[in-house]
């Protein structure tokens, strides 16, 4: 148990002004003191991305009037807004970073191209307890109810036992209503990868491009995947490692000449 | 054994300009036939971005004359070179993907802030064989010589053997002189994170601006790392994977009150 109200840091990729970060700290604001540094701009599949050859503004801004959180915003990366918000806002170490809610799922193969996950895996690196929240709806009109009670669950447990050295949460969160989501299930990441279609066009000036397109392949049949859980009703917990070594295959790699 | 010319396809985060890469072509040509796509201009530290709110140009170019590789310069972030290859430009699943070689280091932690190693495992995705090179040496000057027939028996150990499913290399080199390098050795990623210093200042309108400055701080003293590896004088290879699951994790996790 902590002794004194925790400091909570959050952050998203979605932009300081999206449905789903104005939900979170609503929510955070029951749980201790808050501070928001999040994107002046949306940052969706931004990944890991960090600013190196460009310069950052990170100014204080007041959203709603009267609220009890401090609120920063960072011409940055979601993993920006941590290094900045750790490095240069915060007096102390953070107890808690919470980033989301995303507006689109990232379960599976979609947790490395997260800006939302790659905030909170920044802000694990840094020895920081965080979680990332996405829900499985991307539309801005989004119903975030029903993700309160889960969130809360979650949160209470991580601030009461905290979490193993080097790992962070991806929390998923179905588009249910709140009575036909089943309740949380912890998982592994389901194998999957996007397979792309190029939208190919030709611009006003007779230049071709593209859009990205594609769709999600579940390679993974498995019942404990963060999928299995998603596609049945359940919350999905999925435990997130930055240490990428496949320590198995060291063994085979061992085996070349080398 | 390939019973076929290999299609080997080369890509990195420096752009197509980039000595690192141009070295690595010409190694790749003694290799099968080479298509390169890389970026039109420098991409380092966008991590696994992709353009998904953006358009995407992606054309021929010629950088040398009468070369026998084909090459595409592409607009996008690293992971959107890979993709775009594979789905657009490609006939045929390339049986290989190479990236860098990286000018700068890839080890620890700076994994997940890698353009390169965003493609490398992008390609992983997708089921192809990859390797992401990267030599410690930021200068554009830098000598490529000494990695070369170290990055010539990793690729000609990966086309022998294969990966595992679901791995890609991180293949990192010292910058030393061919003779000072002992050899290659396979590690895991060390533990260790970036502390940042943000370098403040204000701009001719008065507003202030932050320039992101950091050392990384190595947290880990094994000698099956591939920090330790490096400054020991060897070439480091470290299988990665995209599971980003914790499953050691999954247990402890279990047992909150969820």
């Known amino acids: 148990m902590l002794s004194k109200k925790p400091l909570i840091l959050i952050t998203n990729d979605d932009g300081i002004n999206a449905p789903g970060i104005r939900f979170l700290i609503e929510i955070m604001?029951?749980?201790?003191?808050?501070?928001?540094?999040?994107?002046?701009?949306?940052?969706?599949?931004?990944?890991?991305?960090?600013?190196?050859?460009?310069?950052?503004?990170?100014?204080?801004?007041?959203?709603?009037?009267?609220?009890?959180?401090?609120?920063?915003?960072?011409?940055?990366?979601?993993?920006?807004?941590?290094?900045?918000?750790?490095?240069?806002?915060?007096?102390?170490?953070?107890?808690?970073?919470?980033?989301g809610i995303n507006h689109g799922s990232n379960s599976s193969i979609n947790v490395?191209?997260?800006?939302?996950?790659?905030?909170?895996?920044?802000?694990?690196?840094?020895?920081?307890?965080?979680?990332?929240?996405?829900?499985?709806?991307?539309?801005?009109?989004?119903?975030?109810?029903?993700s309160e009670k889960f969130i809360k669950k979650v949160v209470s447990e991580c601030l009461e036992n905290g979490l193993?050295?080097?790992?962070?949460?991806?929390?998923?969160?179905?588009?249910?209503?709140?009575?036909?989501?089943?309740?949380?299930?912890?998982?592994?990441?389901?194998?999957?990868?996007?397979?792309?279609?190029?939208?190919?066009?030709?611009?006003p000036l007779g230049r071709d491009y593209y859009w990205l397109t594609g769709k999600f392949i579940n390679e993974d049949e498995g019942k404990d995947t963060d999928e299995w859980a998603l596609e049945n009703g359940y919350v999905s917990v999925v435990p997130v490692q930055f240490d990428?070594?496949?320590h198995h295959a060291i063994k085979d790699i061992n085996n070349w000449t080398l």
Chains 1, 2 share one sequence.
């Open 244 to 246: 990428l070594t496949a």
């Open 112 to 146: 490395i191209y997260s800006g939302t996950m790659s905030a909170a895996v920044e802000a694990g690196t840094q020895g920081i307890p965080s979680i990332g929240f996405s829900l499985l709806d991307y539309s801005l009109e989004a119903n975030f109810e029903p």
């Open 29 to 99: 604001n029951s749980f201790g003191d808050v501070i928001v540094v999040a994107p002046d701009a949306p940052q969706s599949g931004m990944g890991h991305a960090i600013t190196i050859n460009d310069t950052l503004y990170c100014e204080p801004i007041t959203i709603e009037k009267d609220a009890p959180q401090k609120e920063f915003t960072c011409s940055g990366t979601p993993a920006d807004c941590v290094k900045i918000a750790v490095n240069e806002i915060l007096k102390r170490k953070p107890d808690l970073c919470v980033s």
């Open 164 to 203: 193993p050295k080097g790992v962070v949460l991806n929390v998923n969160i179905p588009k249910l209503s709140g009575k036909n989501i089943k309740g949380i299930k912890v998982c592994r990441q389901a194998k999957g990868h996007w397979s792309e279609e190029f939208d190919k066009r030709t611009n």
